[in-house]
């Protein structure tokens, strides 16, 4: 594993500062609605009725953000508190959104201490499972076009 | 119920060996399988020894069974495992397929526990071949014995591991070598210093497993003593009872007495308990995992309810 | 390597036989130079029956029909060994994949072969890994008995034992290339349902997600199976699924992994020695793998394959290629597992 892989990439320290002083809520609902919209009708039903009821947390370690969303009724919801949700992962921005392109491997990331999933183990390989099932391609090719943007020496 | 001594799993010294099989001569089991199992390095006795061995026991009556490797990965293992088939003396216990091969068509066999009988076809298609006697694989619990049983071949025997520390795994390395900072090659014999493995524990304590060279043992001991009109009524003929290094005469004169129904459930495990070098366990004959106890968890209450009183 | 000792070229590169353990993982095998792909149903019927991975009816026929168009082909795998309540279901699970038309089941049981030479004569039968046959007399009773074309060999033999093997079955012999190790001779390990009352050969996985608990204390964090603790990490450890036989435990006072420390297997550098003496195919592993892990690892080795095909001789393994699959790897480091004698 050469040294760049290895090293997370973070958001800018302002950008951190400006997540932290954001409100929960606000980020939750964009995030549910975004989900609502890509993803929800590519889950298996059977998959979202073995969500049914659970809370899941998203921490972005570098913006400062936790998104918190609940499947209710085959829906993705926007929560603004959980006290103990069946997952949370955590991980910077950058690898999100490389794992979102399918550009990172999440077993590399969870290998390697950059994803950290806490909770219920099966749960979390369901719904790994289910995201490596899912084609968007439109989505994935406008994410690796502009993480290559982003990349140093890219763009 | 017939009671056999399964194969020797561990390395004895060879004088402990000919002094072991000395004494089970008098004791009140119908079978005896013999011959190395585990590790093709292993040889304190020879073949010629295990046949030695059986004669004297088949002159104290008993049935003799040589046993083959349950992993063959030489040319040496294979030679070893033709002249076991070819031996004129004694049925033979199947450990892999290349053993059913060379016995198929010849002459009657015992399918061993490593062939992986999970169902009836299976059995069926070894019955074809010669097989009159099965040994289940330890994970198979009462109820799939019992279904295979009714759903098998008619006339095969069945035979369940029912006393021993479980043999769970087998491998091309050697713990017991890597343990000892040694390779399978140069493992200077070393599993000879545990006659009845070497335990490993985990982290927190608990007893857990135990190396025998190749072999993964589990620490607890499967005891179905408790279990023997249950087995009986699945269709069990034959309960193996796995050599241990100490008291191995009174754990099968305990067996028999329980299989010939002079003593209660209780009294054969209250019997049991202090003959085992380690707790016991029954978990896979009830369909549950197999480190746990189901006869423990049951009669959990009945000493507590005395300590307290 | 001393090219002297090897025998003529082969006619043929190895064939690359790559897992799928869902549509996006498949079209990345067929996409990067697969060809086979193996995959199994979404039940007990495979060795990988883990929640939300491996294919229905609909996406197999999508999968078959996309990997044939473009020249690979499709092998089901149904190599667990089917329990005496539910032996209708791995019969079930024989037909579907035969009407299906898949291009080869891969089969651990002795029954269930029997039953598939039986009702399926047309259908390629391969031989599973799980189904322990570890000696071309092994190997020899599936052939004659069943049909067996192919046999994958467990993960025990050293390369000089392999090459035995191969010289002395007419079967096709597919070896394990790449991926997660494991150190028990598959099969015949019943460790996972010790301490969970699930294995491979019964339930169609090792270690099942359900029986595993992750907690954070304040020193460590502990990964139980069943209740059994298998590691505790401290802040510098790399954490890994907590199969058994990679746990750290204590014997005699020393704790360490007294079985293996976390690997992959990874045997690029043996191609030619494998293409030489006549290895059919070479199967990576990880069906439960993302598709980014699938199109990283079938890439690499269709690159390896193809210049060992084209120069046996001057093949060397490229630093690129290394890079790319240690940065997939489980544990970061590579073995030749038991290929390489002084590991045993």
Redesign the interface.
């Given at each position: 594993m050469n040294a760049a892989a290895n090293a997370p990439r973070k958001l800018p320290g302002p950008v951190r500062a400006v997540g932290r002083r954001l409100p929960r809520m606000p980020a939750s609902i964009a995030f549910a609605t975004a989900l609502n919209l890509t993803l929800r009708r590519k889950f298996p039903a059977d998959v979202l009725d073995r969500l049914e009821g659970h809370t899941f947390a998203i921490v972005v370690e570098d913006a400062g953000v936790e998104l918190l969303f609940r499947v209710r009724a085959r829906r993705f919801v926007p929560v603004a508190q959980a006290a103990e949700p069946v997952l949370r992962f955590r991980a910077v921005a950058w690898d999100y959104a490389t794992l979102a392109a399918r550009e990172a491997d999440p077993d590399t990331l969870f290998f390697n201490r950059r994803l950290l999933v806490e909770g219920d183990t099966e749960i979390a390989l369901l719904v790994k499972n289910t995201l490596d099932t899912i084609d968007i391609p439109r989505t994935r090719g406008i994410l690796r076009r502009v993480l290559r943007a982003a990349a140093p020496g890219g763009g | 119920m017939k009671l056999s001594l399964g194969p020797l799993l561990y390395y004895w010294p060879r004088e402990s060996v000919l002094d072991f099989y000395r004494q089970a001569a008098s004791w009140p089991v119908d079978t005896v399988y013999l011959g190395e199992t585990v590790c093709s390095r292993r040889r304190e006795l020879k073949l010629s020894d295990w046949i030695a061995i059986g004669e004297a026991l088949a002159g104290a009556g008993k049935e003799v069974v040589l046993s083959t490797y349950?992993?063959?990965?030489?040319?040496a293992?294979?030679r070893t495992m033709h002249a076991v088939v070819a031996n004129a003396a004694f049925r033979v216990e199947a450990n892999?397929?290349?053993a059913?091969?060379?016995l198929?068509g010849n002459v009657p066999f015992v399918a061993g526990p490593?062939l992986?009988v999970?169902?009836?076809?299976?059995?069926?298609?070894?019955a074809e071949l010669g097989a009159v006697r099965w040994v289940a694989?330890?994970?198979?619990s009462r109820?799939?014995i019992a279904?295979?049983v009714a759903?098998g071949p008619a006339g095969i025997e069945t035979e369940v591991f029912a006393y021993g520390r479980?043999p769970?795994?087998?491998?091309?390395?050697?713990?017991t070598a890597?343990?000892n900072n040694l390779?399978?090659?140069h493992c200077e014999f070393r599993c000879i210093e545990h006659p009845d493995g070497?335990?490993?524990?985990?982290?927190?304590?608990?007893h857990?497993?135990v190396?025998n060279g190749v072999q993964?043992q589990?620490a607890a001991v499967q005891n179905l003593a408790p279990e023997i009109g249950p087995a009986r009524a699945a269709g069990v003929g034959m309960l193996r009872l796995s050599p241990q290094s100490t008291r191995m005469g009174e754990v099968v004169a305990v067996f028999r007495e329980a299989a010939d129904g002079a003593l209660s459930v209780e009294e054969t495990a209250a019997r049991l308990a202090p003959l085992m070098p380690a707790a016991a366990c029954d978990?896979?004959w009830h369909?549950?995992?197999?480190?746990v106890s189901e006869w423990g968890r049951a009669h959990e209450r009945v000493p507590q309810a005395e300590s307290h009183a | 390597m001393n090219a002297a000792v090897l025998p003529q070229p082969a006619a043929r590169p190895m064939k690359l036989v790559c897992p799928a353990g869902t549509p996006p993982a498949l079209k990345a095998a067929v996409d990067n130079g697969a060809d086979d792909v193996y995959l199994g149903f979404k039940d007990e019927t495979n060795a990988r029956n883990f929640a939300g991975l491996n294919f229905d009816d609909r996406s197999l026929r999508e999968g078959i029909d996309y990997a044939h168009r473009k020249g690979a082909q499709v092998l089901v795998a149904l190599n667990t060994y089917p329990q005496p309540e539910s032996w209708r279901k791995w019969q079930a699970a024989v037909n579907r994949a035969a009407s299906l038309g898949v291009d080869a089941i891969i089969v651990a049981d002795a029954g269930l072969l029997a039953y598939a030479a039986k009702a399926h004569p047309q259908l390629r039968l391969h031989l599973s890994v799980q189904g322990s046959a570890t000696s071309h007399e092994a190997i020899n009773f599936y052939h004659e008995r069943f049909g067996i074309r192919r046999a994958v060999l467990p993960r025990v033999l050293s390369v000089e034992q392999a090459e035995k093997v191969i010289a002395r079955t007419p079967v096709e012999i597919e070896v394990f290339g790449f991926g997660s190790l494991s150190i028990m001779v598959e099969g015949r390990c019943a460790l996972s349902s010790y301490a969970t009352g699930e294995s491979p050969n019964t339930h169609g996985g090792c270690s099942p997600a359900k029986a595993i608990r992750w907690q954070q204390r304040p020193d460590a964090l502990e990964s139980r199976l069943g209740g059994v603790l298998i590691d505790r990490f401290g802040a510098e450890d790399h954490p890994g699924y907590p199969t058994l036989c990679r746990g750290r435990f204590v014997v005699n006072g020393d704790t360490y992994y007294p079985f293996e420390e976390p690997t992959s297997l990874n045997t690029l550098e043996l191609l030619p020695r494998l293409q030489a003496m006549g290895v059919a195919a070479i199967k990576i592993e990880g069906r439960q793998r993302s598709p980014v892990y699938v199109e990283t690892v079938t890439r690499v080795w269709r690159e390896a394959l193809d210049a060992c095909f084209r120069d046996r001789e001057r093949f060397r393994v490229k630093p690129a290629w290394q890079d790319a699959l240690a940065g997939i790897s489980e544990g970061h480091q590579c073995t030749l597992g038991a290929y390489h004698r002084p590991w045993k």
């Amino acid at each position: 594993m050469n040294a760049a892989a290895n090293a997370p990439r973070k958001l800018p320290g302002p950008v951190r500062a400006v997540g932290r002083r954001l409100p929960r809520m606000p980020a939750s609902i964009a995030f549910a609605t975004a989900l609502n919209l890509t993803l929800r009708r590519k889950f298996p039903a059977d998959v979202l009725d073995r969500l049914e009821g659970h809370t899941f947390a998203i921490v972005v370690e570098d913006a400062g953000v936790e998104l918190l969303f609940r499947v209710r009724a085959r829906r993705f919801v926007p929560v603004a508190q959980a006290a103990e949700p069946v997952l949370r992962f955590r991980a910077v921005a950058w690898d999100y959104a490389t794992l979102a392109a399918r550009e990172a491997d999440p077993d590399t990331l969870f290998f390697n201490r950059r994803l950290l999933v806490e909770g219920d183990t099966e749960i979390a390989l369901l719904v790994k499972n289910t995201l490596d099932t899912i084609d968007i391609p439109r989505t994935r090719g406008i994410l690796r076009r502009v993480l290559r943007a982003a990349a140093p020496g890219g763009g | 119920m017939k009671l056999s001594l399964g194969p020797l799993l561990y390395y004895w010294p060879r004088e402990s060996v000919l002094d072991f099989y000395r004494q089970a001569a008098s004791w009140p089991v119908d079978t005896v399988y013999l011959g190395e199992t585990v590790c093709s390095r292993r040889r304190e006795l020879k073949l010629s020894d295990w046949i030695a061995i059986g004669e004297a026991l088949a002159g104290a009556g008993k049935e003799v069974v040589l046993s083959t490797y349950e992993l063959i990965e030489s040319d040496a293992d294979l030679r070893t495992m033709h002249a076991v088939v070819a031996n004129a003396a004694f049925r033979v216990e199947a450990n892999d397929m290349a053993a059913v091969r060379a016995l198929a068509g010849n002459v009657p066999f015992v399918a061993g526990p490593f062939l992986n009988v999970y169902n009836a076809a299976t059995l069926s298609l070894l019955a074809e071949l010669g097989a009159v006697r099965w040994v289940a694989p330890v994970e198979l619990s009462r109820e799939g014995i019992a279904a295979v049983v009714a759903e098998g071949p008619a006339g095969i025997e069945t035979e369940v591991f029912a006393y021993g520390r479980l043999p769970l795994a087998v491998s091309a390395r050697c713990f017991t070598a890597r343990y000892n900072n040694l390779t399978k090659d140069h493992c200077e014999f070393r599993c000879i210093e545990h006659p009845d493995g070497l335990a490993l524990d985990t982290q927190d304590g608990q007893h857990f497993l135990v190396l025998n060279g190749v072999q993964t043992q589990s620490a607890a001991v499967q005891n179905l003593a408790p279990e023997i009109g249950p087995a009986r009524a699945a269709g069990v003929g034959m309960l193996r009872l796995s050599p241990q290094s100490t008291r191995m005469g009174e754990v099968v004169a305990v067996f028999r007495e329980a299989a010939d129904g002079a003593l209660s459930v209780e009294e054969t495990a209250a019997r049991l308990a202090p003959l085992m070098p380690a707790a016991a366990c029954d978990g896979y004959w009830h369909g549950k995992p197999g480190i746990v106890s189901e006869w423990g968890r049951a009669h959990e209450r009945v000493p507590q309810a005395e300590s307290h009183a | 390597m001393n090219a002297a000792v090897l025998p003529q070229p082969a006619a043929r590169p190895m064939k690359l036989v790559c897992p799928a353990g869902t549509p996006p993982a498949l079209k990345a095998a067929v996409d990067n130079g697969a060809d086979d792909v193996y995959l199994g149903f979404k039940d007990e019927t495979n060795a990988r029956n883990f929640a939300g991975l491996n294919f229905d009816d609909r996406s197999l026929r999508e999968g078959i029909d996309y990997a044939h168009r473009k020249g690979a082909q499709v092998l089901v795998a149904l190599n667990t060994y089917p329990q005496p309540e539910s032996w209708r279901k791995w019969q079930a699970a024989v037909n579907r994949a035969a009407s299906l038309g898949v291009d080869a089941i891969i089969v651990a049981d002795a029954g269930l072969l029997a039953y598939a030479a039986k009702a399926h004569p047309q259908l390629r039968l391969h031989l599973s890994v799980q189904g322990s046959a570890t000696s071309h007399e092994a190997i020899n009773f599936y052939h004659e008995r069943f049909g067996i074309r192919r046999a994958v060999l467990p993960r025990v033999l050293s390369v000089e034992q392999a090459e035995k093997v191969i010289a002395r079955t007419p079967v096709e012999i597919e070896v394990f290339g790449f991926g997660s190790l494991s150190i028990m001779v598959e099969g015949r390990c019943a460790l996972s349902s010790y301490a969970t009352g699930e294995s491979p050969n019964t339930h169609g996985g090792c270690s099942p997600a359900k029986a595993i608990r992750w907690q954070q204390r304040p020193d460590a964090l502990e990964s139980r199976l069943g209740g059994v603790l298998i590691d505790r990490f401290g802040a510098e450890d790399h954490p890994g699924y907590p199969t058994l036989c990679r746990g750290r435990f204590v014997v005699n006072g020393d704790t360490y992994y007294p079985f293996e420390e976390p690997t992959s297997l990874n045997t690029l550098e043996l191609l030619p020695r494998l293409q030489a003496m006549g290895v059919a195919a070479i199967k990576i592993e990880g069906r439960q793998r993302s598709p980014v892990y699938v199109e990283t690892v079938t890439r690499v080795w269709r690159e390896a394959l193809d210049a060992c095909f084209r120069d046996r001789e001057r093949f060397r393994v490229k630093p690129a290629w290394q890079d790319a699959l240690a940065g997939i790897s489980e544990g970061h480091q590579c073995t030749l597992g038991a290929y390489h004698r002084p590991w045993k």
